[in-house]
């Protein structure tokens, strides 16, 4: 499926590791959190016996990525110590990549020693909340990673971004640093890119709900767009649902990110997003 509402020409193709990705049809990427704190699954998969699981079903379902974060992002969440995060977090690639060795796995970290280590036992991705914000070593060592980088705008830090978040025209100002940070990311030589305009991370529900109306201008950088919504506030905010009957209006809003661009879904519930990629691609196929 390609979104045939932007003049924009993407790169679609992502090099994870050796497998390439083409992601101009969107892809599902399902979230594996090895977090006692996350705001929907928290301490659902600490163990690894129980993240095993939560891949295999992901993997099932249809995910083209997994996504293992060893620390949580949600508002207000504090930072653990590296050696927690990494003890949280190896042991799970190294049985996911054991049982499922063909698996595209991505950590979701903000520090270079996770990405290098995760990398050399088998992730194929690294996805960053922090843009490289909150610890330099990462994109120094980015270069030498040589898998594909999700660069996320956040206004503040998961302790402070839902504090006082404050925009003249947010599309304008999260495109602008998008754009600044993949340029300079390309001059350190890192080339295979996806974009993230933060939904959720210091935004208020009515930045993030016009920044999915305006999900379309980001095909202006040319690298292929991930969205995260799945079960976030903004959609209980307005149903007034707490996340655990958040899920269709997690699909609903999945349909509309998918017609402006989305090239992957980042997700709790796999199935749902492939059906209703599945349903957006087939009705944008349809047309003349």
């Not at 830090?157 to 839902?162: A, E, F």
Request: glycine content about 8%; hydrophobic content about 45%; charged content about 20%.
């Amino acid at each position: 499926m390609t979104a045939k509402n932007t003049v924009f020409s993407k790169n679609t193709l992502l090099n994870c590791g050796g497998t390439i990705i083409d992601v101009a049809r969107p892809k599902v990427m399902g979230i594996l959190n090895a977090t006692p704190d996350s705001f929907y699954d928290g301490g659902s998969y600490l163990t690894t016996y129980n993240a095993l699981r939560r891949a295999e079903q992901l993997l099932k379902e249809g995910a083209t990525f997994i996504d293992i974060g060893g620390m949580s992002t949600r508002p207000g969440a504090e930072m653990v110590s590296e050696v927690e995060e990494l003890q949280r977090v190896l042991p799970i690639v190294e049985a996911i990549k054991r049982q499922f060795p063909e698996a595209i796995l991505s950590i979701d970290t903000v520090r270079g020693k996770v990405a290098q280590e995760a990398v050399a036992i088998g992730v194929g991705m690294v996805n960053d909340v922090s843009a490289g914000t909150m610890d330099a070593q990462l994109w120094e060592i980015l270069p030498r990673l040589k898998v594909p980088y999700v660069l996320m705008h956040m206004q503040g830090t998961p302790q402070t971004m839902q504090a006082t978040p404050s925009y003249e025209i947010v599309r304008l100002e999260v495109l602008d640093f998008l754009v600044a940070k993949t340029n300079q990311l390309k001059q350190l030589g890192v080339q295979d890119i996806v974009v993230d305009p933060g939904f959720g991370f210091g935004k208020t529900v009515e930045h993030n709900f016009q920044l999915l109306n305006d999900l379309s201008d980001f095909g202006v950088i040319g690298r292929p767009v991930m969205v995260g919504l799945s079960r976030k506030s903004m959609i209980c905010k307005v149903l007034k649902k707490d996340p655990k009957d958040a899920l269709n209006g997690t699909t609903a809003l999945h349909a509309i990110a998918l017609l402006k661009g989305a090239n992957i879904l980042r997700v709790h519930d796999v199935n749902e997003a492939i059906e209703v990629a599945k349903l957006v691609g087939e009705m944008e196929d349809s047309v003349d």
